[in-house]
């Protein structure tokens, strides 16, 4: 499918992108962005901000049961625990994987090297606007753009023009560390190829969640929401939290964010588990697994339950939602 250049998609929510069209300065960004079609698989493979999970056995999955009948009571999508079914040890090579979900900031730099596919979230919020292109709007145009399409709570009716860009810029400050979310599974596959990574197996994911011992979440057996960003107790102004903004809730190799705030593309795709008996009709190549829960809970319930280091949800690949990011992994060599 033909990828569509980056300014089409942006223009279809950003007001004034058609009087940005005769700006040089704009035109000259555009037109870069416009003829650079391939990817540019210009790996700079950076290991800083990963962490070493050493080769090892560790506990993968549950032999957990629904005796109460929870799964019917929240109207979960499929029954508890039994895709996490039989628990068995498991021995993995040594691997580095991201400590922090991949940030709005590292996607930027790919969207723009790769005239990529623009998250969902950022044709509404402006987040690729430079200060070139804003600066050949109108004062009026950028207050309608401030008020309607940012929303910023702030009186833009007697703003200058050169505090309108300010609080843009502020803005898009604001989205920087966040993680990047509306991203499909091809999406985050190309950016971990791009940064010279790949998209962790399900079961690399959940050694770095769980550590060896088989625990129940990242930071130990028993549910601490202080510990999360599950979208209930904290008031992010768009749910979902700067990466990295729970520490206490690191797993036990220094691995954040593995609960909740975004949930997490791997590379699998939904299947059983060897050996396992339980049948599912989304078993199979047409679903990837999601780990991790994200701040809008699964099926719209906070619950602790989706929170597990061994809890599988899966999703179609080309599916993309406000609390559906990724982390990369790489091969120790
Ligand atoms: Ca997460």
């Known amino acids: 499918m033909p990828r569509k250049p980056i300014h089409d ?16 300065r704009g035109m000259a960004l555009l037109t870069f962005l416009i003829v650079h079609p391939a990817i540019a698989w210009t790996a700079q493979p950076s290991t800083h901000d990963m962490a070493l999970i050493p080769a090892g056995e560790f506990i993968m999955g ?29 021995r993995l090579p040594a691997f580095l994987i991201d400590k922090l979900e991949v940030t709005n900031t590292q996607y930027r730099e790919f969207v723009i090297q790769n005239n990529y596919w623009l998250p969902a979230q950022w044709e509404k ?3 690729l606007l430079t200060r070139e292109i804003l600066d050949s709007a109108d004062v009026n145009k950028l207050r309608k753009f401030v008020a309607e399409t940012l929303r910023l709570d702030i009186d833009t009716r007697t703003m200058s023009k050169e505090a309108l860009l300010t609080a843009i810029e502020k803005h898009q400050k604001t989205l920087d560390n966040l993680p ?22 399900e079961a690399e994911w959940e ?46 190799y220094g691995v954040h964010d ?6 997490e593309w791997v590379d699998d795709w939904y299947l059983p ?13 047409k679903n990837k697994v999601v780990r991790g829960g994200g701040w809008g809970g699964v099926g719209h319930y906070v619950v602790s339950h989706f929170y597990r280091g061994a809890y599988r949800f899966y999703l179609a690949p080309h599916s993309a939602f406000a609390d559906l990011g990724f982390r990369c992994a790489k091969d120790v060599r």
């Open 273 to 285: 588990y060897p050996g396992s008996r339980h049948e599912s009709a989304e078993f199979g190549s």
């Open 207 to 252: 050694k770095a969640a769980r550590g060896v011992d088989g625990r129940e979440y990242p930071w130990g057996n028993q549910w601490e929401p202080s510990k999360l960003n599950a979208g209930s107790a904290d008031n992010w102004e768009t749910g979902v939290a700067p990466v990295g903004s729970y520490p206490s809730g690191k797993s036990v």
């Open 62 to 90: 549950s032999d957990k049961t629904d005796a109460s009948g929870k799964s019917k009571e929240f109207g979960s999508a499929k029954p508890w625990y039994l895709d996490e079914h039989p628990q068995r040890k498991l």
């Open 9 to 24: 998609r942006y223009c279809a929510s950003v007001l004034f992108c058609p009087k940005l069209l005769p700006s040089i």
């Open 180 to 201: 990047v979310t509306g991203v499909t599974w091809p999406n985050a596959r190309d950016y971990c190829r791009w940064a010279g990574k790949r998209l962790p197996t």
């Open 125 to 127: 919020n402006g987040y």
């Open 258 to 263: 593995m609960a909740g705030n975004v949930m």
